[in-house]
C-alpha cells in the first residue's frame, strides 16, 4: 500500500468550477499535511499547509483534513486556466515531523479549459 | 529576500566528470533539503542538513556528496555519475526540520551522458 494516494487524473474542470483534488495516507499518526503546486518543467511551490482537522482558507483555496478518516483534500474555487498543474499533496509521518521528511503522493494532473 | 536560488539551472556532464550544484537561501532558515525528481514522479527526498549538520541520508550512492559550509549553503557534489542520474535536482528549505513548511528553489536540470 502506498503512503500516499492521490488520484493521478487528469481532472479537467471548465473555467470558475471548483476544482476538488483528494489525498489519503496510511499513516494514522501523520501530522503534517501540504499541498505543493508544480508547473510543467518547474519546481513544486507551496500553496497550503494544515495541521487540524477542519478547513483552512486561503484566497480561493480551501484545505480540508479529517484525520479519522485519513483524509486530505484541496478545493480551488473559480478555477482558472492558470491553476493547470500538477498538485502533489505531502505528508510528514509519525516520527518524521522532527526530521523534515515530507512523503509525497504521485500527484494529481489539474487541466483548467477556458 | 523570500527565494531559494540554485546554480547552474542546467548540466551537462560525462560520467567522468566532476561537478557541484550549489544552493543559497537568504530567509535564516535551519534546515535544508536536496530532493531528486524524475519526469513524472514526485520528487525523492536525498539529505536533510539540520543546523548544518547532516541528519537523513536517503541510502544515496556514495557517488553523490552533500556539503553545508554555512547556514545559507548547501552544496551536492557529483562525481562518477551515471545516465540513470539524470534528473531534476531540488533544493529546499525550513526554518527547521521540525516546521516543515518546505520552501523549493528551481532546480537544476543534470544530464549525464
Known amino acids: 500500500q502506498k503512503e500516499v494516494e492521490q488520484n493521478s487524473g487528469p481532472l479537467s474542470v471548465p473555467e470558475g468550477a471548483i476544482a476538488s483534488l483528494n489525498c489519503t495516507y496510511s499513516?494514522?499518526?501523520?501530522?503534517?499535511f501540504f499541498w505543493y503546486r508544480q508547473y510543467s518543467g518547474k519546481s513544486p511551490e507551496l500553496i497550503m499547509f494544515?495541521?487540524?482537522?477542519g478547513d483552512k482558507e486561503d484566497g480561493r483555496f480551501t484545505a480540508q483534513l479529517n484525520k479519522a478518516s485519513q483524509y486530505v483534500s484541496l478545493l480551488i474555487r473559480d478555477s482558472q486556466p492558470s491553476d493547470s498543474a500538477t498538485y502533489l499533496c505531502a505528508v510528514i509521518p509519525e516520527g518524521g515531523t522532527s526530521y523534515g521528511k515530507l512523503t509525497f503522493g504521485q500527484g494529481t494532473i489539474l487541466t483548467v479549459h477556458p | 529576500d523570500t527565494e531559494v536560488t540554485q546554480t547552474p539551472k542546467h548540466l551537462v556532464m560525462g560520467m567522468t566528470n566532476k561537478k557541484s550544484l550549489k544552493c543559497e537561501q537568504h530567509?535564516?532558515?535551519?534546515?535544508m533539503y536536496w530532493y531528486k525528481q524524475k519526469a513524472k514522479k514526485p520528487p525523492e527526498l536525498m539529505f536533510v542538513?539540520?543546523?548544518?549538520?547532516?541528519?537523513i541520508n536517503e541510502s544515496v550512492p556514495s557517488r553523490f556528496s552533500p556539503e553545508c559550509p554555512n547556514s545559507s549553503l548547501l552544496n551536492l557534489h557529483l562525481h562518477a555519475l551515471q545516465p540513470e542520474d539524470s534528473a531534476l535536482y531540488l533544493c529546499?528549505?525550513?526554518?527547521?526540520?521540525?516546521?516543515?513548511?518546505?520552501?523549493f528553489g528551481p532546480g537544476t536540470r543534470l544530464t549525464v551522458l
Open positions: 494544515i495541521y487540524s482537522n
Open positions: 542538513y539540520s543546523y548544518e549538520k547532516l541528519s
Open positions: 499513516d494514522r499518526g501523520s501530522q503534517s
Open positions: 530567509m535564516g532558515h535551519r534546515a
Open positions: 529546499a528549505s525550513s526554518p527547521t526540520a521540525s516546521n516543515n513548511e518546505q520552501f
